[in-house]
Nanobody
Framework: QVQLVESGGGLVQAGGSLRLSCAAS????????MGWFRQAPGKEREFVGT????????DYADTVKGRFTISRDNAKKTVYLEMNTLKPEDTAVYYC???????????????WGQGTQVTVSS
């Protein structure tokens, strides 16, 4: 049974930092690209960033580039999203996803977590 479980969300002031984790089970984690997406109320789910299976390449949305960092630990079957200099517009439910193809489009991902809420106060 495939599971992706996000953790680490919460309430933070603007300019602060959070680190999200996503623990995977039920599939061969090291073969899959991992992505982070977010969805704010009334908005479509949007791409945040992705990391390839080896961790050797990452890609980010322009809105978070330079502030967010994705990393992974294949031995622990976990992917991380380090978020710095947070802004109120970063407020959303954050989802991790896994896919053999990866990329910036949600349809390229096969499995999704349940999401974790991140709220940035001004």
């Amino acid at each position: 049974q495939v599971q992706l479980v996000e953790s680490g969300g919460g309430l933070v002031q603007a300019g602060g930092s959070l680190r999200l984790s996503c623990a995977a089970s039920g599939f061969t984690f090291s073969r899959y690209a991992m992505g982070w997406f977010r969805q704010a109320p009334g908005k479509e789910r949007e791409f945040v960033g992705t990391i390839i299976w080896s961790g050797g390449r990452t890609d980010y949305a322009d809105t978070v580039k330079g502030r967010f960092t994705i990393s992974r630990d294949n031995a622990k079957k976990t992917v991380y999203l380090e978020m710095n200099t947070l802004k109120p517009e970063d407020t959303a439910v954050y989802y991790c996803a896994s896919g053999l193809l990866g990329g910036t489009v949600p349809s390229r991902y096969d499995y999704w977590g349940q999401g974790t809420q991140v709220t940035v106060s001004s």
